[in-house]
């Protein structure tokens, strides 16, 4: 089983901040990684996959970046919009799982 | 327009069965990489299971021997049959296109079905 630590698992930030989170690995998984934005009562949508590859119609203030153990979800400017949760996935082996969640809140 | 509608999903005893459906629209479900994921009331998500284009199906140990993934390619549609159902199974179930993901395949998750498990 592979083991994820996102962090934090709360972010209090403004809009217009650069925020970053953290997805860590207990061992490699190449790129085989997504990060999945949620919002109350809706599914998930996805960011960013391939660990850097943004996906269509996203706006260009998610990035993603990282390979192996370490991994980024950074936003650039936080909007209004972006208050939310994020999720890494890996889907390297299985089990497949998910990191714990960050809620992005306005501070 | 790529889409998926699950059903199914309802109040059920604990050890009762349940089958969850997923009907695609605007892709072919037997040519992608279909996916179940739960998540429990306030809590975070959790991979439930996968069935492969070719057919291979893997699971997460906390449903392995009680939940069967599968699929109808005339219905264009994915199920979770779920057994032996407990209260811990409580969750709201995604069915969703991917993972792996590409340029070409445009990423989808259904709107969820709520399943209960209580007595």
């Known amino acids: 089983v592979i083991w994820m630590t996102q962090s934090p698992s709360l972010l209090s930030a403004s809009t217009g901040d650069r925020v970053t989170i953290s997805c860590r690995m207990s061992?490699?998984?190449?790129?085989?990684l997504a990060w999945y934005q949620q919002k109350p009562g809706k599914a998930p949508e996805l960011l960013i996959y391939?660990?850097?590859t943004l996906q269509s119609g996203v706006p260009s203030r998610f990035s993603g970046s990282g390979s192996g153990t370490d991994f980024t979800l950074t936003i650039s400017s936080l909007q209004s919009e972006d208050f939310a949760t994020y999720y890494c996935?890996?889907?390297?082996?299985?089990?497949?799982?998910f990191g714990q969640g960050t809620k992005v809140e306005i501070k | 327009e790529v889409q998926l509608v699950e059903s199914g999903g309802g109040l059920i005893q604990p050890g009762g069965s349940l089958r969850l459906s997923c009907a695609a629209s605007?892709?072919?479900?037997?040519?992608?990489?279909m996916s179940w994921v739960r998540q429990a009331p306030g809590k975070g998500l959790e991979w439930v299971s996968v069935?492969?284009?070719?057919?291979?199906?893997y699971y997460a140990d906390s449903v392995e021997g009680r939940f069967t993934i599968s699929r109808d390619i005339s219905k264009n549609t994915l199920y979770l049959q779920m057994n032996s159902l407990r209260a811990e199974d409580t969750a709201v179930y995604y069915c969703?296109?991917?993972?792996?993901?590409?340029?070409?395949?445009?990423?989808?998750w259904g709107q969820g079905t709520l399943v209960t498990v209580s007595s």
């Open positions: 969703a296109r991917g993972p792996p993901y590409s340029s070409s395949s445009v990423p989808c």
């Open positions: 069935i492969y284009s070719g057919g291979s199906t």
């Open positions: 061992q490699g998984i190449s790129d085989y």
């Open positions: 605007g892709f072919t479900v037997s040519s992608n990489y």
């Open positions: 996935h890996q889907y390297y082996s299985f089990p497949w799982t």
């Open positions: 391939a660990a850097s």
